[in-house]
């Protein structure tokens, strides 16, 4: 039984992140209890293209299984230090979206590799997923201060994220006997989120990296809302120029708390500020 002050947290992780932290943990459940009756892993699991095994919704199922406890602590961890951050900051939508063609990205890049050396092994793991939201960090928040577990060292993210690209790629191509962590897969998340957000960059114009409240996206939000008769009366009693100035002080406070996460993170938050945050982001 949760008591209040649980309840009250788990509740308060964006809904995107912690229906992925709850999938992937019944996922993981299910796959222990079943491993010795059913082979749930290798159904779900994403097997090499000169394995025989590949089926195309594996690209999705791989993404969501593990099977060694640390494996799956490790990327539960992160998804849900720094997905917390990118939802509040994306939007739900925008954040699903980005997570999912990031892990696709990854198995796509760990096929490729599996293929052209001629490996028939599978893949399981968020890795290029998780990988893929370090990378959307490091990009929209570069010089927020992190500390990497259980070193005590300070390094902003922009710096833990060259870092962790260049160990990756190391390990990849050294291709150490017993190594069966897929490298490949954790680079392909990073370079499948760096073409999503720039691609996302050109689209929008003025879209700062990775950040979609600039004009257009107001005017879609507020658009969003004119059917409501609240908003339509509230709207007959301003003239053009109140409702003008009213509306670019809202943009000015939702901008304002951006920056904060930016340089300060989503902690640094007041319960007012998530709120509209919150009310902004959502759909």
């Known amino acids: 039984m949760f008591n209040s002050s649980s309840n009250s947290f788990f509740n308060n992780i964006p809904v995107v992140t912690r229906n992925l932290l709850i999938i992937n943990l019944v996922v993981w459940g299910a796959c222990k209890l079943l491993s010795s009756q059913f082979p749930l892993v290798d159904i779900l699991a994403l097997h090499s293209w000169n394995g025989g095994g590949f089926v195309l919704y594996q690209l999705i199922t791989y993404q969501f299984t593990h099977l060694d406890f640390f494996h799956l602590f490790f990327n539960m961890f992160a998804l849900f230090m720094f997905g917390r951050a990118l939802e509040n900051y994306w939007g739900p ?3 699903f979206s980005y997570y999912m063609v990031t892990g696709i990205g990854a198995g796509l890049i760990q096929l490729a590799v599996c293929y052209f050396q001629g490996i028939t092994t599978y893949t399981i793991g968020a890795s290029g997923a998780v990988f893929g939201i370090l990378l959307a960090f490091g990009m929209i928040f570069p010089n927020v201060t992190l500390m990497i577990i259980p070193i005590p060292v300070p390094i902003k993210a922009k710096y833990l994220v060259i870092g962790y690209g260049l160990i990756e790629l190391s390990l990849g191509f050294s291709n150490r006997a017993g ?3 897929a490298h490949f897969a954790h680079l392909g998340g990073m370079l499948f989120g760096i073409i999503l957000i ?3 960059r050109k689209k929008n114009g ?9 004009q257009s996206f107001t005017k879609k939000i507020t658009g969003f809302f004119k059917g409501k ?3 339509t009366v509230h709207k007959q009693r301003e003239n053009d120029w ?5 509306k670019a002080g809202e943009n000015k406070e939702i901008d304002r708390i951006l920056d904060k996460i930016k340089y300060s993170g989503y902690n640094s938050l007041s319960e ?3 709120k509209k945050l919150f009310d902004v982001s959502k759909k």
């Open 179 to 181: 190594d069966n962590v």
């Open 242 to 246: 109140d409702y003008n100035a009213r």
């Open 272 to 274: 007012e500020e998530q």
């Open 206 to 214: 003025n879209f700062r990296t990775g950040n979609p409240w600039n």
């Open 198 to 200: 720039l691609y996302w």
């Open 229 to 231: 008769s609240k908003m």
């Open 93 to 95: 939508s925008r954040f």
